[in-house]
């Protein structure tokens, strides 16, 4: 008997060092969730199958060094001990496919930011995450707000 089409692929992915990703969770809350225990672990690889538009994830259209780059920075921003939802999903105006969550960062200094975190229907029909308002987050190198 010939191996499953499905266990070809995988194996080209691994022998041409792509390794194989976990498909994009199908709801929301699996999706954030997913997203928000990548960024603690500091697992920009896993974030960046999270991460993207319409089109898809952000590492299927994506240069590699600029998306790498900038989920260093959403990863330092968005670095936490803990964190809750406060309010979502929520619709946004005008946005069908848009979802809003607000998410209370608890920090290891101690603050608690809340950042709304945007989440679009890919035309997959997986979430990912698309817009992190990081101007709500702080300067994560400032501590509290006074």
């Not at 690889?45 to 600029?66: I, Q, V």
């Not at 920075?73 to 946004?92: A, F, K, M, S």
């Amino acid at each position: 008997m010939s191996p499953r089409p499905a266990v070809l692929v995988a194996l080209c992915c691994l022998a041409c060092g792509k390794g194989v990703q976990a498909p994009a969770p199908q709801s929301l809350q699996q999706t954030l969730a997913q997203f928000m225990t990548a960024v603690k672990a500091n697992d920009l690889d896993r974030m960046k199958h999270l991460w993207g538009s319409e089109r898809g994830p952000a590492s299927g259209y994506m240069d590699a060094e600029y998306l790498h780059r900038s989920l260093t920075v959403v990863q330092i921003y968005l670095n936490h001990t803990d964190y809750r939802i406060l309010d979502g999903p929520l619709p946004v105006d005008g946005k069908d496919r848009l979802r809003t969550f607000k998410v209370e960062l608890q920090r290891p200094s101690g603050c608690h930011q809340v950042v709304p975190i945007d989440l679009v229907r890919a035309n997959s029909g997986s979430w990912l995450i698309n817009d992190i308002h990081l101007e709500a987050a702080g300067n994560p190198a400032k501590g509290c707000k006074s």
